[in-house]
Every structure is written in C-alpha cells, then in structure tokens.
C-alpha cells in the first residue's frame, strides 16, 4: 500500500478478498490493489460483462427501432442495433485491459488526468449510477408485483434491498453473482428466444424513407450504443483484482464478446417483439409470451437480472464517489446509492417512461465519451504505464484543468448533434435528418483538445513523470496464458 496521509488508509483501503470464492466483506475502496491479492480466471470477465445485459431495459430499447420518430424496419433495425453495440462494446473492451496492468478502477484512475477536477466526471458518473439502478428497477418491481402481487413500492423496496447486499459484500460476491446467473439468466432468455422466434414479426418493413430513414438509422445505432457506452466508466473496477501479467488480448476480446452478445441479444428480440408487444413492461413481456409457465421464467428472468445489473452498479457507484475524494467506506457509499435509487424510481415511474428513459439514457451517453477520450489520451502520453502509488493523495493531484476543459469542451461541441425529446440540436435537425452522432463528435474533440492542451503545457506528445517501469515479461504466452486461464467454468 502507497503511503496515505493518516487516515487515508483506513478510507480508502481494507479488508479484500484474495482468492475466487472468499466471502468475505470488501472494505478496500479506490486504493490500489496489492499484487499479492490478485487472482480470477478469464472467464469471469466473459460473465461479468454478459450477465447485467440481460435485463428488461435492453429489449425496450430494441423495441424504438420500429418507433415513429426512428421508423426503421427489422433488418436495417437489427444492423443499427449490431453497429451501435460494436462501437460501444470497443470502448469497454480496450479500458477493461486497464485493470490488471493498474490494479485500480476506472474512475479512480481519472484522478491522473483530472486531477482535483475529478469532482466533476466522479459525481456525474455516480448520479448516472444511480440513474441506472432507478431504470432497471422499475422492471424489476413491476416483475416481484405481478408475480406476488405486492405494491410496486415494496416490490422496488425488495428488489433494492437484494442488489444492494451484492454490492455491499463487493467485488468477489458480484463476480460470483454474475458467474452463476449467467447460466441461470442465458437459459431463461434462451426458452423467452424459442417463443419470440415463433411468434415474432421479422418482415417489418421501413416507415421512414430517403433523409429520414437515414436519421432514424443515426438515431438508432447512437441509442443502441448509448445502452452500451456506460459501461466504459465501469471497465476496469471488474478487472482490478487480476494478475498483471493476465493476458491483454483475452481481456479484450472477452469483454467484447461478453458486452456485445447479451446487448444486441436482448435488443433484437425487443426488435423482433415490438410489433406485436402491448407495452413496453415486464406486464407486457410476461403477455407477450403468452402467460403461464413461460410468462412466470420471464418474470423471474426479469427479477434476477434486476438484481444482478444494478449489483454492479451500486458496486460501481461506491468507486465513483470515493473517487471525488470523499472520504467514506465503499460499503457505506453502496448503500447511499440503493436508497437515492429508490427515491428516483418512484419518479420515473410517474408519467411517460418511453420519454424519460430515452433522455436519461442519451445524457448519460453524452458525457461518458469526451470523459473516456481524455482517459485513453492520458494513458497514451504514459506509454499505458501510469504511475498510481500515489493515486489516493488527494494533495499530491495535480490541478487538472487541462483535462476538465478538454471533456467540456467535447460535450459542448457535440450539442449541436444532439437529438432528445427536451433538445434537438441545429446539426441534428439540418444536417443528419435528426440522426445522433453526438457522443462521436464529443469523443474525438475532447481527445484531439486534450492531447493539443498536453502538447502545449508539456512541450513533448509523451509525459516523463507519472510513468511506472515497465512489467516484467509474463512467462507464457498471452495465448498460452488465456487458454489455460478460460478452460473450466
């Protein structure tokens, strides 16, 4: 452990487990994680990152390809759902090979670049935390009400109280979690797949033609990508714990895969299904299933992926905020997170869902892009070896305004290209038939910023200091290494 100023220590470091399978309450925080506590085997990166996307959200999302404002039809639908995860899945995946070389998670290592400006990315990604839990609950609650015919507060109440021990205990126990009910969530979806496949509408031509339809494809491949995009503020917390000389190239292609897989799964059979749907709610999934047995594994599927995809993000949320600087056990900061999800659910389920979901969404999507643009910069000019030792000295961060008004000044740019139901942008309605391609346009602006910003301060395209020495070469190959680590469940 980096000496901490008193205090610190104890805040931001702890208890941790060591090994697959310990149960054990994580109090260790932001701190980096010691080598001698590194272990896990490949394949839970598959997992962790296939598991929390089967859940109720993701088919609701499939189902606006065929909506008016976008007007696509199944096939053009199907390959704007594809291409957006894909570019989504990207980002995930190149930011989660960042965990073992770094032993510490993605908001933490912000501190680098931002500084004490980290405030701001730290406090927008828990509040975005927390938008999450609030919008997967309500599926989950809507699911516990039908199912045992409690009011949708207690059944929320529930739901709510389940994923936040899973946070609370931490990283192990969510890592757990996600392994075994990947199993038990991909068979459900399986057996809710064979049904949509008999009864689903796949010849649904395009409403929309000529610009519109090009907008509307925009639009969708931003709003699939959008679903997928968050998770980059989340990749390295669930690769931390590994060795470092865990394989890079397996990292990546596990996480795509797993990201990419259970998003464009679920979204396609939202697609296939939004013809013939009544609502878009887990009533209206248990219906469209036709009841019975099938409609009682659909709700349960929905109830269990609830649990399992905020777990990570209560757990994700806790990272964030001691990120800021705050100075608060991780556990306790999970907790907070649970109960504002509560709170913000019973708002969202109020009114006009579809609207709400779709601009929370988008926002979220927004900013995560110039943020993670000002991240890959950074790690660029470090040569992918930054120094974090002394990443929790809160009085050792540099100021960071460089990299602040790099992210701001991508997500000003990108407004203009920005398409919701509360603001459309001048290049959205004029140039890209209300098309979206804000968080590209926010992605790259902020990166060529900061690295211009980086060049002029420092004189040089790389920094000398903040870079650690290079990793001892691993013994095996990457191949070797990633062959052996993915053989066994």
């Known amino acids: 452990m980096p000496d901490m100023p008193e205090g610190e220590e104890g805040v931001f470091g702890g208890k941790m487990p060591s090994g697959e399978g310990q149960r054990v309450l994580e109090m260790h925080g932001m701190a980096p994680i010691p080598v001698d506590n590194r272990y ?36 053009l639908g199907a390959v704007a759902i594809v291409f957006g995860t894909l570019l989504g899945g990207l980002l995930v995946a190149i930011l989660c090979t960042w965990g073992p070389r770094t032993g510490v998670g993605q908001l933490p290592l912000a501190r680098l670049p931002f500084g004490r400006t980290v405030i701001l990315p730290g406090l927008l990604q828990w509040a975005s935390c927390t938008a999450w839990d609030a919008i997967n609950a309500i599926f989950g609650a809507e699911a516990l009400n039908i199912l045992v015919h409690v009011p ?43 049904k949509i496949i008999d009864i689903g509408k796949f010849s649904t031509p395009n409403a929309a033609h000529g610009g519109a339809l090009f907008g509307g494809f925009l639009l969708m491949t931003t709003i699939s990508a959008s679903f997928v995009i968050p998770w980059s503020a989340y990749a390295s917390d669930y690769s931390r714990y590994m060795k470092p000389d865990t394989s890079r190239v397996a990292i990546f292609w596990l996480t795509l895969a797993g990201v990419g897989l259970s998003s464009a799964w679920i979204e396609l059979l939202g697609l296939a299904a939004a013809a013939i749907i009544v609502n878009d709610t887990s009533a209206g999934i248990q219906h469209l299933v036709g009841g019975g047995a099938l409609g009682v594994i659909a709700l349960v599927a929905i109830v269990i992926g609830t649990i399992t ?17 705050a100075r608060i056990k991780r556990p306790y900061v999970a907790v907070v997170v649970t109960i504002l999800a509560f709170l913000l659910t019973l708002w969202l389920h109020q009114g006009t869902f579809a609207t709400k979901f779709t601009n929370v969404l988008l926002f979220i999507t927004y ?52 398409d919701t139901s509360l603001y459309i942008g001048y290049g959205s309605s004029h140039w890209l038939q209300y098309g979206d391609i804000a968080f590209l346009v926010g992605f790259v602006v902020a990166g060529a910023v900061y690295a211009l910003l980086r060049r002029l301060i420092t004189k040089s395209s790389r920094d000398v200091e903040g870079v650690a020495a290079p990793l001892a070469e691993p013994a095996e190959s990457e191949v070797a290494i990633a062959e052996k680590a993915t053989s066994g469940v």
């Open 152 to 194: 949708f507060w207690l059944g929320l109440a529930v739901i709510l109280i389940l994923q936040g021990l899973v946070g609370l205990w931490g990283y192990e126990i969510v890592q757990t979690a996600e392994k075994w009910m990947s199993i038990v969530l991909g068979l459900m979806f399986l057996v809710i797949t064979i």
């Open 40 to 75: 896990g085997r490949l394949h839970r990166i598959f997992t962790v990152w296939f598991t929390p996307n089967l859940v109720p959200s993701a088919f609701f999302i499939g189902t606006l390809a065929t909506a008016s404002y976008i007007g696509l039809g199944f096939w």
């Open 309 to 325: 995809v905020n777990a990570v993000n209560d757990y994700s949320g806790s990272l964030a905020l001691q990120a800021t600087g």
């Open 367 to 418: 900013w995560i892009p110039p943020f993670v643009a000002v991240q890959m910069v950074d790690w660029w000019r470090r040569r992918g070896r930054p120094d974090v030792m002394h990443l929790v000295r809160s009085d050792l961060l540099r100021p960071g305004w460089d990299a602040l008004a790099a992210m701001l000044i991508g997500f000003v740019v990108a407004i203009p290209f920005m």
